[in-house]
């Protein structure tokens, strides 16, 4: 399985992207995907996830409000969008598929892991 994480990028306070979780060969649409970060010199935080029927979602606290993760079932991608992005968003992001259909916010229980995209907002 590969997982491919895009749209990262230098963005200041406040303003939003768009990142993309999308993989080829496999159907994300099946199994419960997570986003995580890592900022420098941080360890590796769960920061949102959504359940293979999207009944499900978890966010992180300090991201509740301005993130929002969902799916596009005909491309076989997962957003995660992030809306009024703040210097403590500086990390790099990546997406992980977790074999089961269930959210969770525990780095340890996912299968497979995309490459990050690296996101920067400044002051």
């Known amino acids: 399985v590969q997982l491919q994480a895009s749209g990262g990028g230098l963005v200041q306070a406040g303003d939003s992207l768009r990142l993309s979780c999308s993989t080829s060969g496999f159907t994300l649409n099946d199994y419960a995907v997570g986003w995580f970060r890592r900022a420098p010199g941080w360890g590796r935080e769960g920061v949102s996830c959504?359940?293979?029927?999207?009944?499900?979602?978890y966010y992180l606290d300090s991201v509740k409000g301005r993130f929002t993760i969902s799916r596009d079932y005909a491309k076989n991608t997962v957003y995660l969008q992030m809306n009024n992005l703040e210097p403590e968003d500086t990390a790099v992001y990546s997406c992980?598929?977790?074999?089961?259909?269930?959210?969770?916010?525990?780095?340890?229980?996912?299968?497979?892991w995309g490459q990050g995209t690296k996101v920067t907002v400044s002051s």
């Open positions: 959504i359940s293979s029927t999207d009944s499900g979602t």
């Open positions: 992980a598929v977790r074999a089961r259909d269930l959210c969770s916010n525990y780095d340890y229980t996912y299968d497979w």
